[in-house]
């Protein structure tokens, strides 16, 4: 059991953090906690693995807990799944505000993105994305979860399996601001979202996390991922069209500058085009090793400067509109 005096614990160990909300949704964890109240301060120990988070919240501490929370980066894997087993009952705790719920959802669709995209097999990966999609286009159908609210909840950072479910829930949101209501079809979109990268499995951590400048061979590298991608979903039943070009031509341009082949305007699929923008949104909002994020208003900027030529120029005004709700 935890004590009341928190414990410091090692310098030495790695932690990761995870939303704070979370506490609101487990009855308790199989991994010890750590609070963290300045970035300078070591971690201490919240409660230990088995105790009942659910005193807590009849003494009101999950709500008033304004501290980081964390795990050990040794006990991610575990966290993880004691997360998945709650989050069925998470989505439905009308307890629970939406944003909270999709805060929830997010973190655990990462982890198990991170965890199928390890695998040398993309099968498995393919297939976990059929159900997180449909929960994240759920989640998101209900209306209460905005485009402002999302990218106040997602993490910025530059991991791919955070990229994709952040890109796979701002598609889903952009879809319904262009008039895509059908659930099944916006399912399909959040799926497509979180498969639109799955050629960087094949790009060395070495190139995707490097910090100075990409080498002409390295970008080469790069750029061969949409027809990775393309490769390893066109022969599967369950990809539709749409998710295929998602994955293929995410990258191409609407002036025919774009990658990997150079179709214009009408060539590429309106999934391409609407993934186009939010791919770039969450790129220049995510932290990455070499710079620090652009703000929303600062990465809309960027994207509005490029409507028209990158960008389809409707995709971008509805982009830039439901922002700013
Ligand atoms: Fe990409």
């Not at 964390?70 to 009308?94: G, M």
């Amino acid at each position: 059991m935890s004590t009341a005096t928190p414990t410091a614990a090692s310098n030495v160990t790695k932690f990761v953090r995870v939303p704070t909300c979370i506490l609101k949704t487990l009855d308790q964890t199989c991994v010890d906690l750590f609070l963290q109240h300045d970035p300078k301060e070591p971690h201490v120990l919240y409660r230990d693995a088995g105790y009942p988070l659910s005193q807590d919240r009849a003494q009101g501490l999950v709500e008033t807990c304004d501290e980081a929370l964390f795990v050990r980066a040794s006990d991610y894997a575990n966290f993880s799944k004691d997360l998945a087993n709650s989050l069925e009952k998470s989505l439905e705790d009308e307890s629970l505000a939406p944003t909270e719920r999709y805060e929830v959802l997010q973190f655990a669709v990462s982890l198990e993105i991170e965890q199928s995209m390890r695998m040398v097999n993309s099968d498995s990966y393919v297939a976990n994305t059929k159900t997180l999609g449909k929960q994240i286009s759920s989640l998101l159908n209900e209306g209460e979860v905005l485009p402002k609210d999302l990218y106040q909840i997602v993490r910025h950072d530059f991991h791919t399996f955070v990229h994709v479910t952040n890109v796979a829930g701002y598609a889903t949101l952009l879809a319904k601001e262009l008039g895509i209501s059908d659930p099944s079809e916006l399912e399909r979109i959040s799926v497509g979202g979180l498969l639109h990268d799955i050629g960087k499995r094949y790009i060395p951590p070495s190139i995707l996390t490097k910090t100075g400048a990409l080498t002409t061979k390295e970008w080469g590298i790069i750029r061969e991922h949409p027809l990775n991608g393309y490769k390893d979903l066109c022969h599967r039943e369950s990809i539709n069209h749409g998710q295929l070009m998602m994955t293929y031509q995410h990258h191409e341009h609407l002036n025919g500058n774009g990658y990997p082949v150079g179709v214009a305007s009408d060539e590429i699929h309106p999934w391409a085009k609407m993934l186009a923008v939010v791919d770039v949104f969450d790129a220049l909002t995510g932290d990455r090793p070499y710079r620090t994020p652009a703000t929303a208003e600062e990465a809309i900027q960027f994207i509005e400067s490029k409507a028209g030529t990158q960008f389809d120029k409707e995709m971008v005004q509805c982009w830039a509109s439901a922002m700013q709700q």
